[in-house]
């Protein structure tokens, strides 16, 4: 039928030009700025997308409280060198500039009242509504509840120990943490990344039965501490080998007990803005706040003012 009426498959022959596109000398010029400019609609559209507007948030409801009130209400430490010690620091100084970029009509002393508070009433006291924000160590993501900004402060996870056992293995150790505190995330993580993970097959949990972990398994020990004085005590006694402390509490308590840090460190931590989870708007205006400050170079200038340089300064 085919060849009767006068049709062919497959024999014919397409003459058309591939496009190529470049992106080299003047024949790539006008491709060249084709990406640029859809790059540059791109970032618009995720920007537009993923933070509102400065004026936008500034008229959200969490806003307008704080606003009528006209002060800005601060959780913040008082007893961290260099952070927030006695009224003076760098979380002193960052609370403040916050409150006046928050309230920039009101009067510099007034647009913030500080509220003193420790790691764990600083949760309450966000909880609870005392207070609209924590400018206190806190660790960023570490609880659910709260909303939290970018990081202005990354510190590390240090490893304590005493003279002599600087480079000492740690799965060697009998290692000690603070319950539900920055360095006992940090220390979790660690150990979870390290240690020998045995998994249990199908027929092993049919019969309710642990596989022994290889001879070569790495095992780490843990002890918990109420405090950091508790597990400092421990460790300068022989009763732990090694202690997880962030560097921002080593160094407040290195002077006090006969301790040194390990040659390794237990990782980084992040220290933000914390705010409630209901209000989210506060946390989304402290991160443009936090963006503007360290793009002015004023977060660094901050950071050297109080002598501090955070993980890998």
Request: a positive charge; proline letters at 4%.
């Amino acid at each position: 039928m085919s060849r009767r009426l006068g049709i062919r498959f497959g024999g014919t022959k397409r003459n058309k030009r591939r496009m190529r596109i470049t992106f080299r000398g003047d024949a790539g010029k006008k491709a060249r700025i084709a990406v640029i400019i859809a790059a540059s609609v791109a970032l618009t559209v995720a920007a537009l997308v993923f933070f509102k507007p400065k004026t936008q948030l500034m008229n959200t409801a969490e806003m307008r409280k704080i606003a009528d009130r006209g002060v800005l209400i601060v959780g913040v430490r008082t007893d961290v060198p260099h952070f927030a010690d006695s009224g003076v620091g760098f979380e002193i100084e960052l609370a403040e500039r916050f409150a006046r970029y928050l309230l920039p009509d009101t009067g510099a002393e007034s647009a913030v009242k500080f509220v003193s508070v420790s790691a764990p009433t600083a949760s309450t006291k966000l909880s609870d509504g005392s207070i609209d924000a924590a400018v206190a160590l806190m660790q960023k993501g570490a609880n659910g509840k709260f909303a939290y900004s970018y990081p202005y402060y990354t510190d590390e996870c240090v490893a304590a120990v005493r003279h002599g056992d600087e480079r000492r293995p740690i799965e060697e150790m009998n290692i000690g943490y603070v319950q539900s505190t920055a360095g006992s995330n940090a220390l979790s993580r660690y150990i979870s990344s390290r240690e020998t993970k045995v998994e249990r097959t199908l027929l092993d949990k049919l019969l309710g039965r642990t596989p022994a972990a290889p001879e070569n398994a790495v095992v780490y020990k843990k002890t918990a501490f109420a405090s950091y004085p508790d597990m400092l005590r421990a460790l300068e006694t022989g009763g732990i080998d090694c202690a997880a402390i962030p560097r921002v509490y080593f160094e407040r308590y290195a002077k006090e007990y006969n301790i040194t840090a390990h040659t390794e460190k237990l990782g980084n931590i992040e220290y933000a803005i914390a705010v409630s989870a209901d209000e989210p708007a506060i946390a989304q205006l402290a991160d443009v706040f936090l963006y503007e400050l360290k793009q002015s170079g004023t977060l660094d200038e901050m950071l050297n003012k109080y002598g501090l340089k955070g993980a890998g300064g």
